[in-house]
């Protein structure tokens, strides 16, 4: 299952349209939905408005994102894990990020909260055992 894209509030993580992103876990509870990717992971806290069809997931809105993955180009130790937090703040963003780079952004909220290209319904459907 390979996505062409993903993005957070209009943004994708790490440079656009460079990275393939691999669905293998989705865990959803009434105030988070969690993904799993090969070696990354996002959380989504208090997300509003989710729609998932055959080939997208989409959610309007959230208050806070967690993007954590290994420093893109290095090993995958714990040295090189990075952490990305998003929270809404009215009608900014404010991103912070820690771990082998690390600040602190601002911008404006560019389209869905966060979205995702795929065949969702692969990962959705599949057998657990």
């Known amino acids: 299952m390979k996505y062409s894209y ?3 509030w209009g943004v994708g ?11 293998t876990e989705i865990e959803v509870n009434n105030s988070q939905i969690r993904l799993c990717f090969e ?8 997300p509003q408005g989710v729609c998932i069809s055959d080939d997208v997931m989409k959610i ?3 208050s806070k994102i967690i993007w954590r993955y290994y420093y893109y180009g290095l ?26 780079i690390s600040g602190v952004f601002q911008s404006t909220i560019q389209g869905q909260a966060f979205e ?9 459907n599949k057998p657990k055992n």
């Open 13 to 23: 993580p790490g440079r656009p349209f460079d990275n393939c992103y691999i669905l």
């Open 39 to 46: 070696s990354e992971c996002c959380i989504i806290l208090n």
């Open 60 to 62: 309007e809105d959230a």
């Open 6 to 8: 993903c993005s957070i």
């Open 116 to 124: 995702l290209h795929g065949n969702i319904n692969e990962i959705i």
């Open 75 to 100: 090993p995958k130790v714990n040295d090189n894990i990075v952490i990305e937090e998003y929270y809404k703040n009215k009608e900014k963003i404010e991103k912070s990020i820690k771990g082998k």
